[in-house]
């Protein structure tokens, strides 16, 4: 009764179903530009119209102040001597860059370092073809019911926990596991790939693959879809046979997925997989699996310098922001769009 | 779907709808040779195979009584006969039946919160120009960016008294953003025709929320659900640090033990286990199968709203 009347006196109308929003909405595509606020309408009266949709948003907003914006508070412990047992973060003496200092000057933090980046680089240039190259499979699959039986597959192991996928492997390629098994019958003993640290950053980006590489395909099948099936048609008319055409059309429909994600994943770098690596440290030992993540957990939860471990997890943090910006330059400089624009 | 970042206005032809490619191979196209589609199919195969193949050794290992694994001298590949003895073994009580009840009532538990904090917030902010709309969206944004970090995480969640809590299972990766906006812009694309004359008669937000968006917004709730349970589901780091009375761990953790450290649950089915009657490497395969039925079950069902739910997520931001 009360929004009928409000409607009727054409008071505080209801934003995003006015005309200028009806617009907006036929072309989905369009970005939803941000509407100026309808004239005659106060601060408190937008607040009253709009104070139901406020309530909505307070448990996610409460949620996400009190365990992610706390917690980045919560780092000035890099800045302390932190006391475990009793004076917590309000009690410990600021030492100023103390943790950091000692952090720069370990040769281990260093060692870890060049580890993440190498295991991210394996997998960068041993990952990030196979989606692509399983997305141009697929999309010259004509037949529905095979794409579809084939996508269902090749999605699954992207659910399984990493637990799950490391067992897994460990029953595949452990000392234990099949292969093993039958080397073992045909006389070949200490089979064992699980436990093996010079190999550990091609069993990693392998389990990587078999998990997520089938997800991965998803972007670009999208991308693949959106492409005009006439540019096809035109160009086969023209003579262009089927590489010519892939190496014409589909490619450079992919061209700026490849650069958003190549962006990202390099922005991505001090990321090589935690719960995957941390699971598998035990096996092949921390000289070969330790990464930045591992390092902090390490250094910080198992034992108990929460300092030092707060002020590696700091510059991994800021590093990593610094890539994305580096990585999104670079993408301007090609000509491609990146994670955001330039505008 | 991480192109969410991206401005949506300058990213050119909208993938929203499929292009129909259900007419097979049209007719411009030159007919295949038939090495070319060997080895297409061939490859298909091996791809496929890949996956299946571990999978199908596990369920049928675990399938096997301990003669024809002693056989086998392992793995087995082919089943000569079926027993169901080492998942009664694990599900008659025992560590493994608790860790499993375990990870399911936080799997419910954790995902029926979460979505509805996500719908909530998602519809909440889904009409531009409502009031602090903008400020929200960027408190929510920034936290894609910036990680606060595991030690300051830590530290806060023991500091309020979680640990051992299952509450720790569940509140410190509750909500997860990008599932909010995939919500959003599905909720932003409900005809606003239908809203108006909801509201002419009389509807305030929460019914238009319950009455007309959600049943909508069907296939994208059905997408994110299935992503906030996988999680729940899977998650294994949360309990490692936060848990560390083993009568609260879920399954994962089992997993692990039983798996990776090869530990030999203790009660009833370790001494099964160590008297012979079942095969350890049989009851570490049931394990492995109980984490990974669910998964398998679930994710077929909602196949075909992915690509819907993560393109939409990809091009309205």
């Known amino acids: 009764m009360r929004t009928r009347v ?89 030492v100023g860059f103390e943790n950091f200092q000692r952090l720069f000057e370990d040769y281990r933090f260093w060692e870890v370092i060049g580890n993440t980046l190498s295991i991210t680089f394996t997998q960068l240039i041993l990952f990030f073809p196979i989606p692509i190259a399983l997305a141009l499979l697929l999309n010259s699959v004509f037949n529905d019911r095979v794409r579809a039986w084939v996508q269902g597959i090749v999605y699954l192991p992207h659910f399984f926990s990493w637990v799950l996928v490391i067992t897994v492997f460990q029953q595949m390629f452990g000392g234990a596991g099949l292969i093993a098994q039958h080397l073992r019958q045909h006389g070949v003993d200490g089979f064992d790939l699980m436990t093996n640290p010079g190999l550990f950053k091609f069993l990693v980006t392998w389990q990587a693959v078999w998990k997520d590489a089938g997800w991965g395909v998803i972007v670009f099948l999208a991308a693949l879809s959106a492409v005009n099936p006439d540019l096809y048609e035109a160009a086969a008319v023209d003579g262009a046979n089927r590489w010519r055409r892939m190496w014409h059309i589909t490619l450079p429909a992919l061209r700026p997925v490849i650069a958003l994600l190549l962006v990202l994943r390099v922005g991505d770098s001090l990321n090589a997989g935690f719960e995957q690596i941390l699971l598998q440290r035990d096996a092949v030992g921390p000289g070969a699996s330790e990464i930045l993540d591992t390092y902090v957990w390490w250094t910080g939860i198992k034992t108990g310098d929460f300092g030092y471990a707060a002020a590696a997890g700091i510059f991994k943090g800021v590093f990593s922001v610094l890539l994305v910006l580096l990585a999104n330059r670079a993408a301007h400089l090609l000509g491609e769009q990146g994670v955001y624009s330039k505008k | 779907m991480t192109a969410i970042l991206t401005d949506p206005d300058s990213r050119g032809a909208t993938p929203l709808e499929k292009i129909d490619r259900t007419g097979g191979r049209p007719v411009w196209e030159e007919q295949p040779s038939a090495i070319g589609q060997g080895i297409k199919g061939l ?211 089992i997993l692990r033990q039983i798996v990776l450290k090869q530990e030999v649950p203790p009660g009833a089915m370790g001494q099964a286990v160590s008297s012979g009657a079942i095969s350890s490497l049989s009851v570490q395969m049931a394990v492995m199968v109980l984490a990974l039925v669910p998964v398998a079950v679930l994710s077929p069902f909602v196949q075909k709203h992915f690509h819907k739910g993560m393109l939409i997520g990809a091009v309205k931001g």
């Open chain 2, 43 to 253: 490859s298909l195969v091996v791809v496929c195979l890949s996956i299946l193949a571990p999978l199908w050794v596990v369920v049928v290992t675990s399938l096997s009584d301990s003669r024809t694994i002693t056989e086998a001298g392992g793995l087995v590949l082919w089943p000569k006969t079926i027993t169901f003895r080492s998942y009664t073994e694990l599900l008659s009580g025992g560590i493994v039946t608790r860790a499993a009840l375990v990870s399911i009532v936080v799997t419910l538990v954790g995902t029926a919160f979460s979505m509805a904090v996500s719908i909530l917030c998602a519809y909440g902010l889904s009409r531009t120009g409502s009031f602090a709309h903008r400020p929200i969206l960027m408190t929510l944004m920034l936290t894609m960016f910036f990680g606060a970090g595991l030690i300051p995480t830590y530290l806060l969640v023991t500091g309020i008294g979680l640990q051992d809590s299952y509450w720790s299972m569940i509140l410190p990766s509750a909500i997860s953003v990008f599932n909010i906006l995939v919500l959003r812009s599905f909720f932003m694309g409900v005809a606003p025709e239908l809203i108006d004359s909801a509201r002419i008669d009389g509807a305030g937000e929460w019914r238009i929320l319950f009455r007309i968006i959600m049943p909508l917004s069907r296939a994208v709730i059905a997408v994110v659900s299935l992503f906030y349970a996988v999680g729940y589901w899977s998650q294994w780091f949360n309990a490692s640090i936060y848990i560390n009375d083993s009568e609260k761990y879920p399954l994962q953790m």
């Open chain 1, 6 to 94: 409000r409607v009727a006196a054409g008071l505080p109308r209801h934003p995003g179903t006015d005309g200028t929003a009806r617009q907006e909405h036929a072309a989905p595509a369009a970005a939803p530009t941000p509407k100026p606020p309808a004239p005659g309408i106060t601060r408190r009266q937008r607040f009253r119209r709009d104070r139901t949709l406020l309530l909505m948003t307070v448990p996610a907003v409460v949620l996400l102040l009190i365990f992610n914006y706390v917690p980045l508070l919560g780092n000035v412990v890099a800045f302390q001597e932190y006391d475990v047992y009793g004076a917590g973060i309000t009690g410990s003496p600021f």
